[in-house]
């Protein structure tokens, strides 16, 4: 970041210009520790970012992101878990009163579940979407070709939602009325966000 030229460079200029004025005692007080409220689970998909979507100021949110925004189901085997330890951490330590999965519109993870992954992703990304790809399997059967995409996509959150319930600590602050769990969709296009309700499908908010 030595180009003075450098998008990243630039975005830190105009964040300390434009934002940093207004904003710093924010970010002081933070200091002393964060209380974000909610806890996102969402994509890595730079089109789909859950701070500009949801307009948050800083602290507000605890994000997770990874691809397809995908939570696996609870495993407890001293081996390497990302998203388990970021929802260990925001849930037992920083006590979120939310937990927020967040799936997207043309979302790679959720086409290479439906397609294949990319011949050069077989490291990581092949086995870790491999384990929606027993769910999207079902809604290619149950939805005509048009909707498949979108529906696979609500599944994926759907899915995401249920393995958040393997967790007991989720299920039991969950159960006592301590953490609510809730689904969305964002459409890239449109800009419009979703809720996963009791329909089939996900209904427009507001």
């Not at 307009?55 to 990302?82: I, M, Q, S």
């Not at 077989?122 to 939805?143: I, K, L, S, Y």
Request: charged share 25%; net charge negative; with cysteine.
């Amino acid at each position: 970041m030595t180009d003075e030229r450098d998008e990243l460079t630039e975005g830190y200029h105009r964040f300390r210009q434009n934002r940093w004025p207004t904003e710093h005692a924010e970010y002081e007080a933070l200091v002393h520790g964060q209380k974000p409220h909610t806890l996102v689970v969402a994509c890595s998909d730079s089109r789909a970012d859950p701070a500009l979507i949801f307009d948050t100021a800083p602290g507000e949110l605890f994000v997770v992101r990874n691809v397809a925004n995908l939570v696996p189901p609870y495993e407890p085997d001293g081996k390497l878990h990302g998203v388990s330890a970021a929802l260990e951490f925001g849930v037992n330590v920083l006590q979120v009163k939310r937990i927020v999965v967040m799936g997207h519109a043309y979302c790679g993870g959720v086409n290479a579940m439906l397609n294949g992954s990319p011949s050069n992703c077989q490291d990581f990304v092949a086995p870790w979407v491999a384990q929606g790809a027993p769910t999207v399997r079902r809604v290619v059967e149950e939805f005509p070709a048009d909707q498949v995409e979108r529906a696979a996509e609500e599944a994926v959150v759907r899915l995401s939602i249920d393995n958040l319930r393997t967790f007991p600590w989720i299920a039991a602050r969950e159960a006592a009325g301590d953490l609510v769990l809730s689904g969305l969709h964002f459409g890239i296009a449109d800009g419009i966000l979703s809720k996963l309700t009791g329909a089939k499908r996900f209904e427009r908010l507001g």
